[in-house]
């Protein structure tokens, strides 16, 4: 069992930038591939980011490509997201998930979900 807790959200100006992050408990955080998805108002939940138990191999939704950076350091069981250049439509609940296996961008396939953290940018 994994229970994970996001935190880094807030309020930002278009351009600006915000570091998620999302703390695991249990001692076999090493052993989950990671993922951030976001759900905006209206719309379904969307893929951002995973990143492989060991750090290595790193995948990313093309709307977030090359601004965002997912990464994780397995000795705090912590994972992030450092977001840069953000824009109004990145506003969204951001999700941290956890899966047993290799990295996914399809959030059926996570095992277990954060609470989520609010992400606005105003323009």
């Known amino acids: 069992q994994v229970q994970l807790v996001e935190s880094g959200g807030g309020l930002v100006q278009a351009g600006g930038s915000l570091r998620l992050s999302c703390a695991a408990s249990?001692?076999?955080?090493?052993?989950?591939?990671m993922g951030w998805f976001r759900q905006a108002p209206g719309k379904e939940r969307e893929f951002v980011a995973t990143?492989?138990?060991?750090?290595?191999?790193?995948y990313y939704a093309d709307s977030v490509k090359g601004r965002f950076t997912i990464s994780r350091d397995n000795a705090k069981n912590t994972v992030y997201l450092q977001m840069n250049s953000l824009k109004p439509e990145d506003t969204a609940v951001y999700y941290c998930?956890?899966?047993?296996?290799?990295?996914?961008?399809?959030?059926?396939?996570?095992?277990?979900w954060g609470q989520g953290t609010q992400v606005t940018v105003s323009s």
């Open positions: 249990g001692r076999t955080f090493s052993s989950y591939a």
């Open positions: 990143i492989s138990w060991s750090g290595a191999s790193t």
């Open positions: 998930a956890a899966r047993i296996g290799v990295v996914s961008d399809s959030d059926y396939q996570y095992h277990y």
